[in-house]
C-alpha cells in the first residue's frame, strides 16, 4: 500500500508538471500567433512549399478542427493543420506547419523511429485500452492472494505504451530539427522570426519528454512493487 501511494503521489506530481508545461507551450504559440511573418506566408502555404520543397508530392495539406490539433497522418498521407496554422500567417503558424512536414519528410525518407512507431500503433492502442484495468486487477490480487501473476501481466502490456512514449521522442525531435533548418535555409522566417519559432518548438518538445518521464517512472514503480512481492514470498 506504501508503494500504491507512491505511484499516486508521483502522479500527481507529474501531472502538475505536465498542466504548467501544457500552460506555458499554449502561452508561447498564442503569444507567437500575433507576430506576423514578414513574408506574409500562411502556414498551407510554408507546408506545401516545404513539401515540394523536399520533393514530395504525394502528401495533402488539410485543416482539422482544434486547438494545437495539428498532426501528420502516415496512413493517408496528409498534414494536419489546426485553424489557426492552416490560414494563419504567424509565427507560430511557421513553426508548427513544418514541424509537421518534419514528420512527412521523415516518412518519404523512411526514417527508423517513425516507421518502428507506426508499426507500433495498433499494439499501443490496444495497450492504452487495457492497460490500467489489467494494473488495477493486479494490485488487488497482489494484495488479497499476495500473486503478483495480474501485475506481471500489466507490466507487459504497460511496456509497449512506454516504449512508444520513448520513442516518440526522437521522431519528435527530429522533426523539429528538419523544420527549423528548413525556415532557416530558405529563409521563411527572418533573423528575428527564427529565434521564436525555435522557441516555440522547444516548448512543444518539452511536452513529449515530462510525458515519457512520467512513463518510465511509474513503469519503474510497478516494477519495484512486483519486485517487492517476489522477495516477500
Known sequence: M???????IVSLVFLGISFLVSAILKSKFTKYSKIPLANGMSGREIAEK????NGIYDVKVTSVEGFLSDHYNPVNKTVNLSPEVYNGTSVSAAAVAAHECGHAVQHATSYGPLMLR??????????SMLVNWILLAGMIVLATTKNPTVLLIG?????????????????????SKR??????????????EYP????????AATTYVVA??????????????????????
Not at 507506426?118 to 495497450?127: D, E, I, T
Not at 527549423?180 to 529563409?187: E, F, Y
Open 50 to 53: 516545404m513539401l515540394k520543397e
Open 2 to 8: 506504501i508503494m500504491s501511494n507512491e505511484i499516486f
Open 155 to 175: 507490466i507487459i502490456v504497460m511496456s509497449v505504451t512506454v516504449l512508444f512514449t520513448l520513442i516518440t521522442l526522437p521522431v519528435e525531435f527530429d522533426a
Open 212 to 233: 515519457a518521464l512520467a512513463a518510465v517512472v511509474t513503469l519503474i514503480q510497478y516494477i519495484m512493487i512486483y519486485l517487492g512481492s517476489r522477495d516477500r514470498n
Open 179 to 192: 523544420a527549423l533548418a528548413w525556415l532557416d535555409r530558405t529563409n521563411v522566417t527572418n533573423s528575428e
Open 196 to 203: 521564436k519559432a525555435k522557441d516555440a518548438l522547444k516548448w
Open 118 to 127: 507506426s508499426k507500433l500503433v495498433p499494439a499501443v492502442q490496444m495497450s
